[in-house]
C-alpha cells in the first residue's frame, strides 16, 4: 500500500464521543487526503492537506476536522461521533509529478 | 457540481472473455482520469491513467480509451480472470479542483469460471 498505514483499522463508538483516526505515510508526498466510502457511493472527499499546517475542505467536510502537523502525518478528528458518520475511511497520498493518488488499507468505523 | 458516472453497476464475464467498464464524465475542462481497482476489504488500487491530450492508452491486459466528443471513459480488460473481479472506479481531476479526484460510484465486475 505505497508505505501508507491507518489507524485504527476498526472502531466501534458511541454517539457523541469524539473519534481522531491517524494515517501515516513514509513516502515523504506533500499531498495527504481523506475520503469516506458508503454503499452506493464512490469515494467521497472530506479534507485534504497540500502541506504541512495547510488544509482545506473537501465535499463532504462537515462534523469533520483535520491536522497536519507533521508531512507524514495526516489526522481527522470527528468531534462528536454520529450515526450518519458510520463508514469506511480512506486516507490517500500523491505527490508533486503524479497525479495518482495512493490509498491506505481503510478504517472501518461504526458509531452506534 | 460536477459528476462522474457509470452506466453499468455490476458486469458479469465468463473467464477468458474482454470485459468493458464505461463511465461518463460531466466536465469538458477536465485533464485528467484514471481507474482504479477495489479488491474487498482494500484500499483502491491505481490501474491505468490517461490525459486529455490523448486518446487510448495500453497496459498490461488493459486498455482505456477517452472520448471527449461524448464525455466518455471506457476500460477494457482483456482475457478476463478470476483475480480481475474486483470493483472499478473512474475518477477525473475537473479543471478547478488541483490535486482533487471526483470518483464516480463504482462498478462491480464479476468473473465466472
Known amino acids: 500500500d505505497a508505505g501508507i498505514t491507518q489507524s485504527p483499522r476498526h472502531k466501534v463508538t458511541e454517539t457523541g464521543t469524539p473519534v481522531t483516526l491517524r494515517c501515516h505515510q513514509t513516502?515523504?508526498?506533500?499531498?495527504m487526503y481523506w475520503y469516506r466510502q458508503d454503499p452506493g457511493h464512490g469515494l467521497r472527499l472530506i479534507h485534504y492537506?497540500?502541506?504541512?499546517?495547510?488544509?482545506d475542505k473537501g465535499e463532504v467536510s462537515d462534523g469533520y476536522s483535520v491536522s497536519r502537523s507533521k508531512t507524514e502525518d495526516f489526522l481527522l478528528t470527528l468531534e462528536s461521533a454520529t450515526s450518519s458518520q458510520t463508514s469506511v475511511y480512506f486516507c490517500?497520498?500523491?505527490?508533486?509529478?503524479?497525479?495518482?493518488?495512493?490509498f491506505g488499507p481503510g478504517t472501518r468505523l461504526t458509531v452506534t | 457540481g460536477e459528476s462522474v458516472g457509470l452506466h453499468l453497476p455490476t458486469l458479469s464475464v465468463q473467464e477468458g472473455d474482454n470485459s468493458i467498464i464505461n463511465c461518463a464524465y460531466s466536465?469538458?475542462?477536465?485533464?485528467?482520469f484514471i481507474w482504479y481497482k477495489q479488491e474487498s476489504g482494500k484500499g483502491p488500487q491505481f490501474i491505468i491513467d490517461?490525459?486529455?491530450?490523448?486518446d487510448k492508452r495500453q497496459g498490461q491486459r488493459v486498455t482505456v480509451l477517452l472520448n471527449k466528443t461524448v464525455k466518455h471513459l471506457s476500460l477494457q480488460i482483456a482475457a478476463t480472470q478470476p483475480g480481475d473481479s474486483a470493483v472499478y472506479f473512474c475518477?477525473?481531476?475537473?479543471?478547478?479542483?488541483?490535486?482533487?479526484?471526483?470518483f464516480g460510484p463504482g462498478t462491480r465486475l464479476s468473473v465466472l469460471p
Open positions: 490517500a497520498i500523491s505527490g508533486d509529478i503524479s497525479y495518482e493518488q495512493y
Open positions: 513516502e515523504n508526498h506533500r499531498y
Open positions: 492537506s497540500y502541506g504541512v499546517k495547510d488544509t
Open positions: 466536465n469538458s475542462a477536465s485533464d485528467y
Open positions: 490517461i490525459r486529455s491530450n490523448m
Open positions: 475518477a477525473e481531476i475537473p479543471d478547478n479542483y488541483g490535486q482533487n479526484f471526483v
